[in-house]
Each structure stands twice: as C-alpha cells, then as structure tokens.
C-alpha cells in the first residue's frame, strides 16, 4: 500500500484514457472521499454530477474549449457549488471564497483516492461555465467550478517540475 | 498505516492544541505536500507563511474574529495566492477562480499530511484579508485565502454529519 505522500507526489493529470468501464464500487469510493473533504460551516454545498452519457461528455468536451480527452473517459465528474446554499449562511464571502474552496478541497480527494486506486484524472478548470450549464441543465446558482475525467490512464506522464519549498515558503 | 480514506474520513477541525513544537521534518513533510497539489498550468501561485511569532499569532486571531485558537497553536500556516503570477498566465480567470482553487488543493493536501502525523489543523477562512495583509506586510497582490493552525490536537472531535451521496450526486 502507497503511503499518503506517495500517492500525493505520484499522482499526474491524465489526459489519455483507456474505454474499461469504471467499478461501481470504486467510483462511489471516490465521491465518498469527495464528500469527506472540509466545507465552510460544514455547509456542503458541493454538488457532483457523475456523466457518463457519450453525447453529453462530448458537449462538455466543446465546452472546455475541445479538450476531446474528456468525452475519451468513461466518466466526467462535473464538481458544481450551490452558490444558493453557500450564500444563506456566509453572504458574498460564501459565494465568492467558500464555494470555490470547498468545492476544490472535494475535487483534491476525488483526485487523490482515483489516484490510489490506479485511476486516473484531470483537473480541468478551463471551459465555459455558461455551456457546462446549458447541457446539464443547471440554473444560475449551480456553478460548475471543475470537470474531471475519470478513467483507466493510457499514459503515464513523467512529473511536471515543482517550484523549490525555499522560493514559495516565508517563516516568521 | 492508515489507508488514504481513513486519512481523509478521520480529519477533523482541530480548535484547542498542546503547547509541544512541531519536528521540522515533519512540518516540511506537510509543506512539501502542499507543493505537490496540482495547480492550473502547474503556475504553482502560491506561497506560505509560516507563522511561529507569538505577537503575529495574536495578530492573525484578531484578523480571524478573535478565534483564538489560532494564538495557541505552535504553527500557522497563512497560505496565500500570488494574484499577479496566475493574472500573467490567465487574467481573470486565474485570479477569481483558479488562485482559489490551486491553494485550496494545496490546503487540503496539507490537512491530509498533517493529519496522517497526528497533527491537527483547521482549515479557517473566516478573517479579515486587510489585516491579515497589514499583519505579515503583504502587498495587493498577494491574497491571503486560508489560515491553518498546526499542532497536536488537545481534543477529539466527534465527526460532523454529511449529507448523504443520493443528496449530492446525480447521473446523467
């Protein structure tokens, strides 16, 4: 078993995925890491949905400005904030912080657990909100913050280079 | 060795801390994971201030609404976004979504190390960015987004309830 840092540091975003179908059980493993994840007041405005329809992972596809891998693997989590939710209990910090940060801490489990599980995923953060709307049918208050591909990886990227701890830590 | 969900499903927000110093290695373990968290473009905009001062403490409880936790702890961890880096590589976008998501990856990863070593840490983002800026002399474009006590937790909170995955997740 990989120890915690290990799977931190190995994991790599896949962008080439292969078709074998995902494990029930895995993937409800990985939205219940999601779910596990800290949220402003324990609010949970975190809302997932799991598309695995081919027409509707190709909408998202030409949504993240034609990033074909993402209609390539089984499963695209589409991680979404109820910006309504967030904003009864914490006003505009809530929509404007809270939502973006909770909603990132759930995607970072989603990453780490699929990782562990020899899954592969892809933090895709580029896209039109308005179009990811449009073909999930989401109203004005559900923002969709992330779309991650799910998947048997196809590849195995080398690590991207980290900026050292010397240059991004300060002590005081 | 805990699995990795036991890791993400045992953490839990740390409000009272033992006095005992954090070993440097295992407080670099938990700045070294941070580093890992993946980030838009890898443009890795963040920054950590590692706060041990116990007058700059007081500083950040104050900030923080007084919760002074954040005063007892022997660590605070102030991560930050450096707002012109992720503006450089992508305007807007990255300054009101990604600068948030990429240090909130980085947080959660350092939530997940820390707790994995008994460490305890609470992910606070209620504060005044003003005067946590004005505390440490940071300039306009470098956002404080979290501030996270480290130490060894002097309680054991009972979990907080989640709403159940058919609540958060759906199908398409």
Chains 1, 2 share one sequence.
């Not at 007041?41 to 190709?58: A, H, I």
């Not at 970072?108 to 020899?118: E, R």
Request: hydrophobic share 45%; with cysteine.
């Amino acid at each position: 078993m990989e120890t915690l840092m290990q799977i931190i540091k190995g994991r790599r975003s896949i962008r080439r995925f292969k078709p074998d179908p995902i494990p029930e059980e895995d993937l409800r493993e990985v939205l219940e890491a999601a779910i596990w994840a800290p949220s402003a007041g324990n609010t949970q405005e975190w809302k997932f949905f799991v598309v695995r329809d081919p027409g509707l992972k190709r909408r998202l596809a030409s949504a993240a400005m034609e990033q074909q891998f993402l209609a390539e693997a089984p499963v695209v989590i589409v991680v979404c904030a109820d910006l309504e939710r967030i904003r009864r209990a914490y006003g505009e910090r809530g929509t404007q912080v809270y939502a973006l940060q909770d909603t990132a801490a759930a995607a970072q489990n989603i990453l780490l657990v699929a990782h562990a599980k020899g899954l592969g995923t892809c933090w895709v953060g580029a896209f039109s909100e308005v179009q990811v709307r449009d073909a999930l049918g989401l109203g004005q208050m559900m923002r969709p913050l992330a779309l991650i591909p799910l998947g048997y990886p196809a590849q195995t990227p080398s690590p991207r280079p980290r900026r050292p701890l010397e240059e991004v830590v300060e002590y005081r």
